[in-house]
């Protein structure tokens, strides 16, 4: 029988993992004349003038760990070619404040040079900096390679918002097979250098309602659907009918066999991240009508707990905010209510993330136009100042943080 290496959350002492992000979403989406314009939310948030402002404001949070990942298109020149000359003060700033970064890799947008999620060199070219990132800081040790795989897919294969633009089937699966297998590739070459690197897999967690019985099929479709991001990362072997969409839609038998081996290979690094957001459940209707916003029905707790029950992995709440800066607050007590009642019945929930840190731009257009308008999602407004979930989350790490040691947890990943 193969023995599995012990997982890592049976290190001791290790305390609950309160988080937030510096958004650092850059796409390429499409323009006037057939031009992609290139969406950098870290320049439009600010970021790379008040950076310093920025670490400084976690910790006054009372924050431990912030997802952080240097501007890839930035970093990233050519093949073997990279420029740190941002990410090195900002790396070291951290770790003189004492933030552990989760870091973030690829946030939805790659180098121009490279082409687009449908490049089918690009996973390897990648792998080769995740390594290089992690030979040049070899003190981080949690990661996460590719954010929101099924996200980035969807948008920029699926529905013709980013990158390559495409509106198709094929378009989505080839994406997400990119997406996932430059995942997985990173994970392989950063544990080379980094053996005991853990793996915060940050995903969209999706669910799709059926609006008449006669849509109940086609919800169904969608349900699976949502799953294959992580089902090609963890190695998860999908139903015959998600295998027949991938083989209709350019994946080989081979191809599919190399994600259940390495998929295995990597579980015991790695922590599934679910994000949350009141857009994150779907009306499906009858037909090939377009599906629409449902709101929140089931909830963080529901719709998490199917996530665990098909991979049996530790959970982290990586991402959520609500527009609305009055109603945030009790939209984080709320999300928190659910991550204690998940504990309380056995899910090993290690951490908590309000994402993001600041204000984000233009995210109610899902980053396709470029209106400048702020949306008020984050624990600071973008001139710095407190907002009132910024407070409120303050006080709820206090009062919470060593309450939750993560050697209280469930430790068993099966």
Same mark, same amino acid.
């Given at each position: 029988?193969?023995?599995?290496?012990?997982?890592?959350?049976?290190?001791?002492?290790?305390?609950?993992?309160?988080?937030?992000?510096?958004?650092?979403?850059?796409?390429?989406?499409?323009? $006037?004349?057939?031009?992609?314009?290139?969406?950098?939310?870290?320049?439009?948030?600010?970021?790379?003038?008040?950076?310093?402002?920025?670490?400084?404001?976690?910790?006054?949070?009372?924050?431990?760990?912030?997802?952080? %990942?240097?501007?890839?298109?930035?970093?990233?020149?050519?093949?073997?070619?990279?420029?740190?000359?941002?990410?090195?003060?900002?790396?070291?700033?951290?770790?003189?404040?004492?933030?552990?970064?989760?870091?973030?890799?690829?946030?939805?947008?790659?180098?121009?040079?490279?082409?687009?999620?449908?490049?089918?060199?690009?996973?390897?070219?990648?792998?080769?900096?995740?390594?290089?990132?992690?030979?040049?800081?070899?003190?981080?040790?949690?990661?996460?390679?590719?954010?929101?795989?099924?996200?980035?897919?969807?948008?920029?294969?699926?529905?013709?918002?980013?990158?390559?633009?495409?509106?198709?089937?094929?378009?989505?699966?080839?994406?997400?097979?990119?997406?996932?297998?430059?995942?997985?590739?990173?994970?392989?070459? #950063?544990?080379?250098?980094? $053996?005991?690197?853990?793996?915060?897999?940050?995903?969209?967690?999706?669910?799709?309602?059926?609006?008449?019985?006669?849509?109940?099929?086609?919800?169904?479709?969608?349900?699976?659907?949502?799953?294959?991001?992580?089902?090609?990362?963890?190695?998860?072997?999908?139903?015959?009918?998600?295998?027949?969409?991938?083989?209709?839609?350019?994946?080989?038998?081979?191809?599919?066999?190399?994600?259940?081996?390495?998929?295995?290979?990597?579980?015991?690094?790695?922590?599934?991240?679910?994000?949350?957001? #009141?857009?994150?459940?779907?009306?499906?209707?009858?037909?090939?009508?377009?599906?629409?916003?449902?709101?929140?029905?089931?909830?963080?707790?529901? #719709?998490?707990?199917?996530?665990?029950?098909?991979?049996?992995?530790?959970?982290?709440?990586?991402?959520?905010?609500?527009?609305?800066?009055?109603?945030?607050?009790?939209?984080?007590?709320?999300?928190?209510?659910?991550?204690?009642?998940?504990?309380?019945?056995?899910?090993?929930? #290690?951490?908590?993330?309000?994402?993001?840190?600041?204000?984000?731009?233009?995210?109610?257009?899902?980053?396709?136009?470029?209106?400048?308008?702020?949306?008020?999602?984050?624990?600071?407004?973008?001139?710095?100042?407190?907002? $009132?979930? %910024?407070?409120?989350?303050?006080?709820?790490?206090?009062?919470?943080?060593?309450?939750?040691?993560?050697?209280?947890?469930?430790?068993?990943?099966?």
């Amino acid at each position: 029988m193969k023995t599995q290496p012990k997982h890592w959350l049976q290190d001791k002492g290790r305390h609950f993992m309160f988080a937030t992000g510096i958004e650092n979403s850059c796409p390429l989406v499409p323009g $006037p004349g057939g031009r992609r314009r290139r969406v950098d939310e870290m320049e439009k948030c600010g970021h790379y003038r008040r950076w310093r402002d920025d670490l400084a404001l976690v910790r006054d949070l009372g924050l431990d760990y912030l997802r952080y %990942g240097p501007p890839y298109y930035q970093a990233h020149l050519a093949p073997e070619r990279y420029d740190w000359s941002f990410s090195d003060p900002v790396f070291a700033e951290m770790r003189r404040l004492g933030i552990t970064p989760i870091a973030d890799l690829c946030h939805f947008g790659i180098p121009g040079w490279a082409g687009d999620f449908q490049n089918p060199e690009w996973p390897g070219l990648f792998a080769t900096y995740a390594a290089a990132f992690a030979e040049r800081y070899p003190w981080v040790r949690f990661f996460t390679p590719v954010n929101e795989i099924f996200v980035c897919a969807t948008f920029s294969g699926q529905y013709g918002w980013w990158n390559e633009a495409l509106a198709s089937d094929r378009g989505f699966t080839t994406a997400l097979k990119h997406l996932a297998r430059a995942n997985l590739c990173a994970e392989a070459t #950063i544990l080379k250098v980094r $053996p005991n690197a853990l793996f915060i897999q940050s995903e969209s967690s999706e669910y799709f309602h059926a609006a008449h019985p006669l849509a109940e099929k086609r919800a169904d479709f969608l349900n699976q659907k949502r799953f294959l991001s992580l089902d090609l990362s963890y190695g998860f072997d999908v139903q015959g009918r998600m295998y027949e969409y991938l083989m209709d839609n350019g994946f080989t038998r081979e191809e599919y066999h190399w994600f259940m081996e390495q998929g295995e290979l990597v579980r015991p690094y790695c922590v599934m991240g679910n994000d949350y957001y #009141i857009t994150n459940e779907h009306r499906v209707p009858p037909g090939a009508g377009p599906v629409a916003p449902a709101g929140e029905i089931f909830g963080y707790y529901v #719709i998490t707990r199917q996530y665990y029950n098909r991979y049996h992995l530790p959970v982290m709440h990586t991402e959520t905010n609500l527009g609305d800066s009055q109603m945030a607050p009790g939209w984080l007590r709320k999300e928190w209510a659910n991550m204690v009642r998940l504990k309380a019945d056995g899910v090993p929930i #290690i951490g908590f993330t309000w994402y993001s840190l600041t204000d984000q731009v233009d995210w109610d257009t899902a980053l396709r136009e470029d209106n400048g308008r702020v949306n008020p999602l984050g624990l600071y407004d973008l001139d710095r100042r407190i907002r $009132p979930v %910024g407070r409120e989350y303050r006080d709820l790490v206090a009062q919470w943080r060593e309450i939750l040691p993560l050697d209280s947890l469930c430790l068993h990943v099966s």
